[in-house]
Antibody, heavy 120, light 107 residues
Framework: EVQLVQSGAEVKKPGESLKISCKGS????????IGWVRQMPGKGLEWMGI????????RYSPSFQGQVTISADKSISTAYLQWSSLKASDTAMYYC?????????????WGQGTLVTVSS | DIQMTQSPSTLSASVGDRVTITCRAS??????LAWYQQKPGKAPKLLIY???SLESGVPSRFSGSGSGTEFTLTISSLQPDDFATYYC?????????FGQGTKVEIK
């Protein structure tokens, strides 16, 4: 069974750094993309970027380029989303999702989400 | 970037109704379009991929059609479990994008 398990909820102050994780299991982690999706309170889904753990190629939405870093450690089948300096506007639910495959089905499996709250 | 525009933003319908949601791309995406269902407090769930292919386990009352720039998601007979928000997503380009969502409410 394909599973993506995300790290737990975080409460941070503005200016702090943060790294959240997404661990894949039940499939070949290096053969699929892992994407990150933001959902601000009461709002829609926003595609942030994706990484291919097989070769670490990453792509970012222009809206998030330079604001976050996406990485992956294929030795432990885990992808990461990190911030160097959080803002209150980063408060949101963040989902990871598996993408690609053949045929490409978009995001066919999702993590449970990590709630990030940034408040002074 | 490719922009995805869904309509309507909100839809009020009754159990048993036929429901159609439209998604338009700002440029051709061939058939590289997915539809997702999201319920409050839950992660999205893939319903349709490659514009018209039904994901395993998804009820057959859901169907998708279209290619190029115009796509539709149809629910043939709305069930109580279908009241949710639906999103389209293109994955044709180097960067993928979501539509803004369509909330299906009880009439």
């Amino acid at each position: 069974e394909v599973q993506l398990v995300q790290s737990g909820a975080e409460v941070k102050k503005p200016g702090e750094s943060l790294k959240i994780s997404c661990k894949g299991s039940g499939y070949s982690f290096t053969s699929y993309w892992i994407g990150w999706v933001r959902q601000m309170p009461g709002k829609g889904l926003e595609w942030m970027g994706i990484i291919y753990p097989g070769d670490s190629e990453s792509r970012y939405s222009p809206s998030f380029q330079g604001q976050v870093t996406i990485s992956a450690d294929k030795s432990i089948s885990t992808a990461y989303l990190q911030w160097s300096s959080l803002k209150a506007s980063d408060t949101a639910m963040y989902y990871c999702a598996r993408g690609g495959g053949s045929p490409n089905r978009g995001f066919d499996s999702w993590g449970q989400g990590t709630l990030v709250t940034v408040s002074s | 970037d490719i922009q995805m525009t869904q309509s309507p933003s909100t839809l009020s319908a009754s159990v048993g109704d036929r429901v159609t949601i439209t998604c338009r791309a700002s440029q051709s995406i061939s058939s590289w379009l997915a539809w997702y269902q999201q319920k409050p407090g839950k992660a999205p769930k893939l319903l349709i991929y490659k514009a018209s292919s039904l994901e395993s386990g998804v009820p057959s009352r859901f169907s998708g059609s279209g290619s190029g720039t115009e796509f539709t998601l149809t629910i043939s007979s709305l069930q109580p479990d279908d009241f949710a928000t639906y999103y389209c997503q293109q994955y044709n380009s180097y960067l993928w994008t979501f539509g803004q969502g369509t909330k299906v409410e009880i009439k």
